[in-house]
């Protein structure tokens, strides 16, 4: 397997009273897609929420390309390199597809300095930004929004794109556009993701490596090859096989 590019070493997370993370290792591949799977309440989104700042850890180190950047201020670890689309999405309503990607590009003032280039490779990947350009983002379906957020996340290019959740909540047809358009992603940047996933056959689609968190803890790391093609695997660490999924 590739060097990690990012990895968490015994980290632990504590919000008020509550002990979140339970000394969590997990170490991101460089150029490959990291799943993070595990039943609701696993930690999932908190270690998401941790190794990006928003907590901060209690204990334990996050590294990224070998800086420890574990008490660093969001905005410093967005700076470097590092894109996070929440499961909330996060976009602004109001505002137009083009002015949302536009907010996103710190070389950019105007519409007009985007990178043509780069815009016409996501056009590419997400064709309905282009369709919609001009709409206001909060009048889209919920895919669509979700196209916005994940774009607005590569406006600029990223070395690891961490995505909490993409398909959650939407119909099965555009779940299929999504995981086409991940993959995509995958054959065409040179960008390392980390997804935290609750269906199954996307991660199957999507997955190089696969960690499984429980109780605020990794308690599986592998190939995600292997989980697909073990069952029993997937029942003992999931609840569910792929089988039942499809």
């Known amino acids: 397997m590739s060097a990690p590019l990012l990895s968490l070493k015994g980290v632990h997370t504590h919000v008020g009273a509550y002990h979140l993370l339970h000394g969590v290792d997990l170490d991101v591949p460089a150029g490959q897609v990291t799943m993070l799977l595990g039943r609701n309440g696993a930690g999932k989104t908190s270690t998401l929420r941790t190794l990006m700042g928003l907590w901060t850890a209690s204990a334990g180190t996050v590294t990224f390309k070998g800086e420890d950047i574990t008490k660093l201020a969001t905005p410093d670890i967005a700076s470097r390199g590092i894109a996070y689309v929440p499961e909330t999405m996060g976009i602004f309503g109001e505002l137009t597809v083009a002015e949302n990607l536009l907010l996103a590009a710190r070389s950019a003032k105007r519409l007009a300095d985007l990178d043509a ?21 909060g009048k889209l379906s919920g895919g669509q929004k979700q196209m916005v957020a994940i774009a607005r996340a590569l406006i600029e290019p990223r070395e690891l794109l961490v995505i909490d959740e993409p398909s959650k909540g939407l119909a099965p047809a555009i779940v299929e556009n999504l995981i086409a358009a991940l993959r995509e992603l995958k054959k065409t940047s040179q960008t390392t993701v980390l997804l935290v996933e609750q269906n199954f056959r996307v991660a199957a689609e999507l997955g190089d490596s696969v960690a499984v968190m429980d109780d605020g803890r990794i ?16 029942q003992r660490l999931l609840g569910l096989s792929l089988g039942a999924h499809q």
Do not use: S
Request: aromatic share 14%; glycine share 8%.
């Open 117 to 137: 280039a780069r815009l016409d490779w996501l056009f590419g990947l997400f064709p309905a930004l282009k369709t919609f350009w001009q709409h206001p983002a």
């Open 219 to 234: 308690v599986h790391r592998g190939a995600m090859a292997e989980l697909i093609e073990d069952a029993g695997l997937q």
